[in-house]
């Protein structure tokens, strides 16, 4: 621990030796925190660190294993939600929990609801909310249907939640991993705010960014351990990554962008094409692209603006309504997934659990899934083949635990992300499609598959990436195109590109017509 | 007067409907899958007939039928949210056990393989309109529905049953209780539910084994039918109670096969479900366990 220690007095939560356990995982080991009231803290750490164990054991819905929680000087150890939304502690969840039938009126009061014992008082919670939605600045309509909320709006409802049980103390997990940069700035606003009116925060994040921009002080843990406690203002981003990762990490947005004559043949061609979604009509509507061979095409873009329903379509999960897409020049709009990876698509699926891997099979199985073919003869699989395989990409890809006969569930999310990844970069294919390549990826190996996907770049690939985050974008991308409401709004040479000039156009605030 | 004697036996078949299909609803938008709607009416038809038989009152029948159908109620509620026990298999395994039980016990109360003496009942006697209307049952069974959207829609324990049934974890990050709505809301589902067995033994003066004859099954299609709203499967319930009374009428005509006319709730159900009449939309974590 470093050197900031405070007055136990001032401390709204103290969190000391605790540990957790889910089955054979062990979540936290004698965790530490420490969180000075009134202030902005940050917990920091990688995928599985154990942020959001210890965050929902404060908030009493889980009971810690072993350690005390303390919050405001009581013990509260083992308390349960109703008890810890009593004492003031309010959390925001990573995933919302808002049911989405309801409206925001009633989701707000849920659970503390205005009006006698029996009736519910629809009229006040409205009221009570409206005045709310007054005092906070948390601009949204309390009469809505949270269905039909955008996700910055609710979040809002979230955070309303909290300050209507009167919340002193403010829990928020990754609040900003789905909003546009405008979004970002309003809630930064807004907690800033909340934290001058004498509420404590604490936020768990990875960004490196948002921590130097809005807290006072830094929590960083590791493998379910508190490692290290810093001042903010006292403290570097390359220090925080280090305490992080446990060694040093390139964290410089690297732009190496490679030039690709116009008059280059694309690899990848889409003309027009139309998707329908779920829910509307046109997800994908007359989306126009190209990507060469040897550059990256990235599409930002605020998640739910048609991307999935356009990934869907290229690999051929989803037919296109209407347009054309050709690969290498043939026309592949009709043609089923198989033909579309035998012609020489490959992809990185959006959610690896989904659809990147079986997790009960193991590494060896995982890294031939589609690729099958290749290694057996006749009906029977190839096992020697299959493990030499395998073996050769645990070792190129660095997959931790080496051993390929272990089932890839056990494995941390960076590891089985390189599995997808050694995959698909092993097909012969000629184009990638490259969908939140590092989504819930830990620092480092965010690193190496950002290197893997320039190496198949330089090796001539051309590669579409899509992305909720605008700095992985700005890092890999050639040419930026923005996609709002299932459209491509415009489009940006690297060079040209920043958060700033393509903020607007991720909320739809600016909009250039279809640019192609 | 050919209409009244129409409507009036319509409404005669529809207020089990209405009972069953009312204690679904409640069920089911709090997240608990009620296949089990027609054990619970056989059980409170059995119980109906043991407490009028016993006591010689109507009223006590209905209290006992009422009781049976709370009980069974409960014991779905344990197996399903304390043992977290398949809802569905449950349900089927609920429906079994009571077919099985009522029979065991018919024999050994009343000495009978097929059916309860004559008991005490509601109604006055023959199957006009006026005997229809002395059965408090009936009256009941008319206000089950709107009674049904108002504790739904505008109390707070509608409220809360509502985010149960649609997103628990979200209802038990704000400190409700999920566990607690669930058991009541599948207690007073078995207790309504049980109201149609009840009203069928009382109606007729006597339990016959299986007397409920798939009613269950009709009311769980018009919950479905109905979107899992009191006032909708209300009328699903009508609608489906005057096709019934519609083919027992034609019978005699010989128009068209009776057993086609019977196939219309269900027709009707897959019609909705495949999303014909506007999307059918379950509570969301309907027959999901809450973590």
């Known amino acids: 621990m470093t050197a900031a220690t405070t007055g136990t007095g001032d401390l709204a939560i103290r969190i000391r030796a605790v540990d957790k356990w889910f089955g054979a995982v062990h979540a936290n080991r004698a965790a530490d925190l420490e969180v000075v009231r009134n202030e902005i803290n940050a917990l920091v750490g990688e995928n599985g660190a154990g942020k959001s164990t210890l965050m929902k054991i404060v908030s009493g819905l889980q009971p810690p294993d072993r350690g005390t929680i303390e919050v405001n000087g009581r013990d509260v150890t083992g308390w349960s939600t109703a008890e810890a939304i009593r004492a003031g502690v309010g959390m925001v969840h990573q995933h919302f929990m808002l049911v989405p039938t309801l409206s925001v009126a009633e989701n707000v009061v849920l659970g503390r609801e205005p009006g006698g014992r029996a009736m519910f008082d629809r009229a006040q919670a409205i009221r009570d909310v409206e005045s709310l939605v007054a005092s906070s600045g948390l601009a949204v309509d309390a009469n809505r249907l949270v269905a039909d909320l955008s996700v910055g709006e609710a979040q809002r409802v979230e955070i309303l939640k909290t300050l209507y049980r009167g919340a002193r103390i403010l ?3 990754e609040p900003t991993a789905v909003l546009s940069p405008p979004e970002v700035a309003d809630l930064w606003r807004v907690l800033r705010r909340v934290r001058d009116q004498g509420t404590t925060i604490v936020l768990i994040t990875h960004k490196l960014d948002e921590i130097m921009a809005v807290t006072d002080r830094i929590t960083v843990m590791r493998q379910g351990a508190t490692v290290a ?85 290229i690999v051929g999960f989803r037919a296109a309504e209407g347009g054309s897409l050709r690969l290498g020049g043939a026309d592949l709009t009709r043609a089923s997934v198989r033909a579309r990876a035998d012609a020489g698509l490959a992809h990185i699926p959006e959610d690896r659990h989904h659809r990147g891997l079986i997790l009960d099979y193991s590494i060896a199985e995982n890294l031939i899934l589609g690729l099958q073919h290749r290694f057996s003869t006749g009906a029977q699989l190839d096992r020697a083949k299959i493990r030499a395989n395998a073996e050769q990409q645990v070792r190129a890809f660095d997959i931790r635990p080496t051993d390929p006969a272990l089932a890839v569930r056990g494995l941390s999310g960076g590891n089985q992300q390189k599995v997808v990844i050694a995959r698909e970069l092993s097909r012969e294919f000629s184009v990638l499609v490259a969908a939140q390549p590092t989504r819930g990826v830990d620092v480092g190996a965010i690193e190496f598959i950002h290197d893997a996907l320039r190496k198949a770049r330089n090796a001539g690939k051309a590669i579409l990436l899509v992305s909720a985050e605008l700095r992985e974008i700005l890092t890999l991308s050639d040419r930026i195109a923005v996609m709002y409401g299932g459209r491509i709004v415009t489009e940006f040479a690297r060079a040209d590109a920043t958060e700033e000039v393509l903020g607007p156009f991720m909320t739809g605030a600016r909009r250039d017509g279809a640019a192609a | ?150 504790v739904i829609y505008r109390t707070t324990f509608g409220l809360r049953a509502r985010a149960v049934g649609e997103h628990p974890a979200a209802a038990e990050s704000l400190g409700i209780r999920v566990s607690a709505v669930r058991y009541a809301a599948v207690i007073g589902s078995g207790a309504l539910a049980s109201l149609g067995g009840v009203y069928l033994t009382l109606d007729q003066h006597q339990f016959t084994d299986s007397m409920t004859a798939g009613r269950g099954f009709i009311a769980l299609a018009a919950v479905i039918f109905g979107r899992w709203d009191p006032k909708r499967a209300g009328i699903a319930c009508l609608l489906f109670a005057a096709a019934e009374t519609l083919q027992i009428q034609l019978q005699g005509a010989q128009l068209i096969p009776s057993q086609f006319v019977a196939m219309i709730p269900y027709v009707l159900t897959i019609v909705a479900v495949a999303g014909v009449v506007g999307r059918s939309t379950p509570p969301a974590a309907l027959g999901r366990a809450a973590d």
């Open chain 2, 1 to 150: 007067m050919t209409l009244l004697l129409f409507l009036s036996q319509a409404i005669r078949i529809a207020v089990p409907y209405l009972f069953a299909a009312g204690g679904g609803v409640l069920a089911e938008r709090a997240g608990i899958v009620s296949l089990s709607l027609e054990g619970y009416m056989l059980g409170g038809a059995f119980g109906a007939a043991i407490g009028a038989h016993v006591t010689g009152s109507a009223w006590a029948g209905l209290a006992a039928g009422v009781a049976c159908g709370a009980l069974l109620g409960s014991l779905h509620a344990l197996c399903t949210i304390r043992f977290r026990a398949d809802q569905i298999v449950t349900g089927v395994a609920i429906n079994l056990f009571v077919v099985g039980i009522t029979r065991f016990f018919l024999q050994l109360a009343f000495d009978s393989s097929s059916n309860s003496p004559r008991v005490a009942g509601f109604g006055g006697e023959g199957a006009g309109a006026w005997a229809l209307a002395a059965n408090p049952l009936v009256w009941l069974g008319i206000l089950t529905m709107p009674v049904l959207g108002v």
């Open chain 1, 229 to 313: 406690r810093m001042v903010t203002k006292e403290s570097t981003p390359e220090g925080v990554a280090r305490a992080m990762v446990g060694r040093d990490v390139s964290l410089a947005v690297q732009s190496s962008a490679a030039q690709v004559s116009a008059d280059t043949a694309p690899a990848l061609e889409i003309r027009n094409l139309t998707v329908r979604g779920a829910r509307v009509a046109r997800a994908v509507n007359e989306v126009s692209l190209a990507v060469r061979p040897g550059e990256i095409l990235g599409i930002a873009g605020v998640e739910g603006n048609g991307q999935s329903e356009l990934l869907d379509a």
């Open chain 1, 171 to 173: 829990l928020l997990d």
